[in-house]
């Protein structure tokens, strides 16, 4: 469990997901009990997250999001349609100013995508030393791809695994059992891409 971000990073000011994702779970008219059982997700672990007491793995937000039906920019704290840029720039711009961030302890999402609704999704993903998409590997319809920024990650796609350092990418269907991890002493960021994603398609 993380500490809970208070200050604002270079990039933006973190998400607190607790209001988010209870209003989400409110409108759906779902219970902690329900969203859990449909979700995997404990309901402790619900319950502290809209508490803003656990900084939840990639694996939990995903279950979440999926079962909850909203959208990545949703997720983020956004409206599905909402402009990312300049008054005057077209909705297909983000501005690095407006880029929204997820806090999760030692990984820190940063969204890319500008507003609207994409099928397509683009993040930073940014890893502290030794930190890890979540316990257990990541498995629903998609294809995932990216390229590796700074510092060195191991990624693992159903059994096997590949170091990838600054520069190298990489492409997969996101159907297979998979995590991202870095187990060096230095920070890595991932430019990380997700495509076609069934189950955002209709919102």
Request: glycine share 10%; net charge neutral; hydrophobic share 40%.
């Amino acid at each position: 469990m993380g500490q809970k971000p208070d200050k604002a990073s270079e990039e933006g000011e973190p998400l607190r997901l607790g209001a988010t994702l209870r209003k989400f779970r409110k409108e759906k008219n779902m219970s902690l009990q329900s969203l859990a059982e449909a979700s995997g997700v404990s309901v402790g672990m619900i319950s502290q997250i809209e508490r803003d007491l656990a900084n939840p793995s990639m694996r939990v937000l995903s279950a979440l999001r999926r079962e909850l039906n909203i959208s990545m920019q949703e997720m983020f704290g956004e409206s599905a349609d909402s402009g990312t840029g300049a008054d005057s720039d077209p909705d297909f711009v983000r501005r690095r100013e407006s880029r929204p961030v997820i806090d999760l302890g030692r990984v820190k999402k940063e969204l890319l995508t500008s507003g609207g609704r994409h099928n397509l999704q683009i993040m930073i993903l940014k890893f502290g030393p030794h930190a890890q998409s979540g316990g257990r590997a990541l498995s629903y319809p998609a294809e995932k791809g990216g390229l590796v920024l700074l510092g060195e990650v191991v990624l693992r796609v159903d059994e096997k695994e590949a170091v990838l350092r600054e520069g190298d990418s990489f492409a997969f269907d996101s159907a297979l059992p998979h995590s991202i991890r870095n187990d060096s002493d230095a920070p890595a960021h991932v430019l990380w891409i997700i495509g076609a994603v069934e189950f955002d398609r209709h919102l």
